[in-house]
């Protein structure tokens, strides 16, 4: 072993242009491997999936996020490296929250070799992001499973911006929205969004409980009242086909669209007569935040 040792020395010192060349090959694979490879903290990986989430108007109803998924359904299957879709109307897999705004699709691609001339996930997430934006009232947004799980739902990174001027929401969103779109002019950075929506509408409650004892009302019927009439009340299950169905107690929609609905909503009291609910209940603008 020794005497090879030595033998490889006395060789390189006599031929340096090996030990030279040598160098040379590793020093430009290196490079070449550098550049080529991601060079993310986590690098996103192909995992033959795309993710996309779908903001329509604050306000929207379901039928309304419905026409706009089903457009954009439209656009997505007809790329080539589409294989399946799945949609889920009604949910944010982004802020984990639950409204007739939102709308989230999965995206199954096909095999790597049978995806056309773009095969990279987030080329097909940035060509796609650009093509559905002719739909009108509703903005998508294309991702890929983060290559860790638990490191958030989708790949990227997010970040959290405060306001310490104890400013109004809407300046905030105001902010925000100015904000997001000097991100968007940064070369390096593919597509920036927010969660954050000053603008959705909903009323708080004021109830008048001091006429509600007055008239021998209680208040927690008076409530239950409106949840089942605005909201929704679960009655019961049962078993039909071989499946089990929901029961769900709840006004039609022509009967809670706007504040006059109220005007139809009656509550029994203690005597078991029937008042109009809008004598014991005020109803006052406020925006919920999705941060």
Do not use: C
């Amino acid at each position: 072993m020794t005497r090879k040792y030595i033998y490889s020395l006395k060789f390189l010192i006599k031929n340096k242009w090996v030990a030279i060349g040598g160098l040379v090959v590793i020093t430009a694979a290196s490079v070449f491997l550098i550049k080529k490879a991601p060079s993310g903290f986590i690098p996103t990986e192909d995992q033959g999936f795309v993710l996309y989430a779908v903001n329509t108007p604050p306000g929207s109803s379901l039928e309304r996020t419905h026409r706009a998924t089903a457009q954009i359904d439209k656009i997505i299957n007809g790329e080539k490296a589409t294989n399946h879709l799945w949609v889920a109307d009604g949910m944010n897999f982004i802020s984990n929250a639950n409204a007739s705004p939102y709308s989230a699709g999965f995206i199954k691609l096909k095999d790597y070799d049978k995806r056309g001339e773009m095969k990279d996930p987030d080329q097909i997430a940035a060509t796609l992001t650009g093509k559905v934006s002719q739909v009108k009232d509703a903005n998508a947004f294309f991702f890929n499973f983060p290559t860790v799980q638990g490191f958030g739902n989708v790949s990227g990174f997010e970040f959290m911006l405060q306001d310490k001027t104890n400013g109004s929401f809407e300046q905030l969103g105001t902010t925000t929205q100015q904000f997001i779109g000097e991100l968007m002019k940064r070369p390096e950075i593919a597509f920036a969004f927010t969660t954050y929506a000053a603008g959705n509408p909903q009323y708080t409650i004021d109830v008048d409980t001091d006429k509600a004892n007055q008239l021998g009302v209680s208040v927690t019927e008076l409530m239950q009242t409106m949840q089942i009439y605005f909201g929704s009340s679960f009655v019961s299950d049962f078993n039909r086909f071989g499946k089990y169905y929901r029961v769900m107690a709840q006004a039609d929609i022509p009967y809670r669209t706007d504040v006059n609905s109220l005007e139809g909503i009656y509550v029994k009291n203690k005597s078991g007569e029937m008042l109009p609910a809008k004598t014991l209940v005020t109803l006052k603008g406020l925006s919920v935040l999705r941060r």
